[in-house]
Every structure is written in C-alpha cells, then in structure tokens.
C-alpha cells in the first residue's frame, strides 16, 4: 500500500548539482529512516545516506561533504542534494523507507519500501 514516488534525476556535467525527492504516499505506519542507495552498473547495491526520524544521518565515505540528506517528517518526503557530483556518481538511485507497525499488540513489526529508481548521470 505504501509507495514511494521519486523525482529529480537527469544529466548534469561534472561539478554540477542535482537534488533528488523521495515522497512516501500511502503511508500507514510510522516512518523511522529514509534514504538512498545507489547501484551503479556492474555494482551492487550501495547506500548513499540514511536520515532516521530524530534528523540523525549516515553518509558514504565515497558523498560526504558533497551530499546532503534531509527529510520532511510532516510530508513523508526525503531529498538528496548532490552537490560537486562526479562521473562516479553516475547510478540508479533509489528511495528507501524503514517503517514499523505499533499499532498491534506485541512486538511492533517493521517494513521496507523502495522506490523504483532515478538516474543520475554525470558526464566529464
């Protein structure tokens, strides 16, 4: 039921910025972490950065100090501005939404959601 709707992807040249928007609609259950992983062809999965409910965030070694999460607790929506972006950064960039479901009795249970992917490509 949940979906995530992204936006924000396309060309830029080498230095440029672009920012990505992830909006959870649908959504039942409380949202803990949103992010962003990227896979690049021929690579697996990575994760970009993470923002948890509390606004604390993780980055990659390989964005920090260019990327720049953030989240809109209210609106269910995350944004990455990628900033100075480099051909390495070129990917498919994915929305991801950690969820979990209190509202039963017992142990709350928790949920993953994906959004379908944006590409972001960087020429030099």
């Known amino acids: 039921q949940v979906q995530l709707v992204e936006s924000g992807g396309g060309l830029v040249q080498a230095g440029g910025s672009l920012r990505l928007s992830c909006a959870a609609s649908g959504v039942i259950f409380s949202i803990n972490a949103m992010g962003w992983y990227r896979q690049a062809p021929g690579k697996q999965r990575e994760l970009v950065a993470r923002i948890t409910s509390d606004l604390s965030t993780v980055y990659a070694d390989s964005v920090k100090g260019r990327f720049t999460i953030s989240r809109d607790n209210a609106k269910n929506t995350v944004y990455l501005q990628m900033n100075s972006l480099k051909p390495e950064d070129t990917a498919d960039y994915y929305c991801?939404?950690?969820?979990?479901?209190?509202?039963?009795?017992?142990?709350?249970?928790?949920?993953?959601?994906w959004g379908q992917g944006s590409q972001v490509t960087v020429s030099s």
């Open positions: 991801n939404a950690k969820a979990t479901d209190c509202s039963r009795s017992g142990p709350c249970v928790r949920y993953d959601y």
